[in-house]
């Protein structure tokens, strides 16, 4: 599907919406519910590809999968990990299958972890390493997906993560809760913590000092989990928001943990009308609606610890930065070359398209504003969700018409997210 988005006239963003489910946290909630051996239900589940990729693989468990209502599912794992051999389909999902590798390595099967084009090409090195020093036996192709893990015993390790990753911290962790012994995993910096607050609710032995994190072998309980809304999904909100004149409006059930609110902070530090009207907690996750409105944004320099608590909204603040007065640099976040696309790369090029002032670098990029986006272009999404959706906020602000082609990708994470931009329109 191409999409032609066109600048908004008139008055701005109005009104009000609700966020739709946290990914990691949907994720996280089926891959676990898995685990307890016992039912249940989850509440607010993402209905995005990927997240049904994890559904599924569930199902491929043994697990039974019922739908109570809209994003209500009950899951039954009495039945879960009983077989001696299991292929899994993860789909586009680097989560499923970098998470599913933690999991399944310490159950005595056989494994196999496939996905589509654009995941096999996709690093798992980071994850496969680690496993190994457990004693995990995996077999793949330069570190790239299929891999094929046959599940043993494992021993516990006290691993030094060379990067702040979820997705690593997350793995280690998984595969230490069935290993006896004490596992540990020590990051640079604190990356998203969504692993150790669901692991906590559902009462694993776990602890946190600093960076590092210890677990224990553990027996999940059977506990329901409500998912918050997914602040990832928000920053695209929240950058159209601040950029398109005349808006004010409200994002409800916003997902705060303070490992992912790094989009928050930046925005604030930018000049950004951002405000939290309401907070509580939900299932040991901080949740709140935040309040946005057109602001006068200025220049900053985005770098060290704070990467990991945004890396994921860093192409959506390159549009905002492109209408923000001074420069903008982003540094330390090679990692995105590592996405599903390499997204320094096709984002300089996208952006630059629509008249951004954009310079790839090494680690990141500089972006010079204000600028006035001529827009009048054809842009590709590289089968990227996160940049057709970050193209499509700064098409809002084009002069002329912008053409997003495959913007379907969208629906890899996203599917409401046009639905939701009409009602503030």
């Not at 016992?38 to 607010?44: A, L, Q, T």
């Not at 090409?121 to 457990?134: D, G, H, Q, W, Y």
């Not at 608590?309 to 540094?331: N, Y």
């Not at 272009?377 to 990227?384: S, T």
Request: aromatic share 4%; with cysteine.
């Amino acid at each position: 599907m191409n999409l032609k988005v066109e600048r908004l006239k008139g008055q701005g963003l109005r009104g009000e919406i609700v966020i739709p489910s946290d990914k990691s946290v949907s994720h996280r909630s089926a891959m676990f519910a898995a685990l307890t051996g016992g039912v249940v239900e989850v509440k607010n589940f993402s209905m995005g590809a990927d997240c049904l990729s994890t559904l599924n693989i569930v199902k491929t468990l043994g697990c039974d999968v019922e739908f109570l209502a809209d994003k209500h599912i009950k899951i039954d794992a009495s039945n879960a990990l009983k077989k001696d051999i299991y292929k899994l389909d993860c789909g586009n999902s680097g989560t499923s299958m970098r998470l599913f590798s933690g999991i399944m390595a310490s159950y005595e099967t056989e494994t196999t972890l496939f996905g589509d084009e654009s995941l096999s090409n996709r690093p798992m090195k980071r994850v496969i390493l680690p496993l190994e020093l457990m004693g995990a036996k995996i077999k793949h192709h330069n570190f790239k997906a299929p891999l094929v893990i046959q599940g043993k015993e494992l021993f516990p390790i006290d691993y030094k993560s060379p990067i702040a990753s979820a997705q690593v911290k997350s793995c280690v962790l998984l595969a230490g809760l069935n290993t006896c012994g004490v596992t540990k995993v020590t990051e640079p910096c604190v990356s998203r913590d969504h692993t150790e607050r669901m692991l906590k609710y559902l009462g694993a032995d776990i602890s946190i000092n600093g960076t590092t994190t210890a677990v224990k072998k553990s027996k999940l309980e059977p506990k329901n989990i409500t998912v918050c809304g997914d602040i990832s999904s928000a920053a695209f909100f929240l950058v159209a928001g601040a950029i398109v004149p005349e808006s004010d409006f409200v994002i409800k059930n916003v997902g705060l943990n303070p490992t992912r609110t790094g989009i928050i902070d930046i925005m604030k530090s930018m000049g950004a009308d951002i405000e939290i009207l309401s907070q509580d907690e939900v299932c040991n996750e901080p949740v709140g609606d935040i309040r946005i409105k057109t602001s006068q944004l200025k220049g900053t320099t985005i770098e060290g610890e704070i990467i990991p608590r945004l890396i994921d909204e860093l192409p959506v603040i390159a549009v905002l930065a492109s209408q923000a007065e001074g420069t903008t640099i982003v540094k330390d976040a090679a990692d995105l070359r590592n996405k599903e696309s390499d997204r320094i790369k096709c984002l300089v090029s996208e952006l630059t398209k629509l008249g951004v002032d954009i310079e790839e670098t090494p680690d990141g990029f500089i972006v010079n504003g204000k600028t006035n986006l001529r827009g009048g272009a054809e842009v590709e999404c590289y089968h990227d969700h996160r940049l057709a959706m970050s193209l499509y906020v700064a098409g809002l602000v084009c002069e002329q018409p912008v053409v997003i082609n495959e913007f379907q990708w969208v629906d890899i994470s996203f599917p409401e997210f046009l639905g939701l931009m009409n009602l503030l329109h």
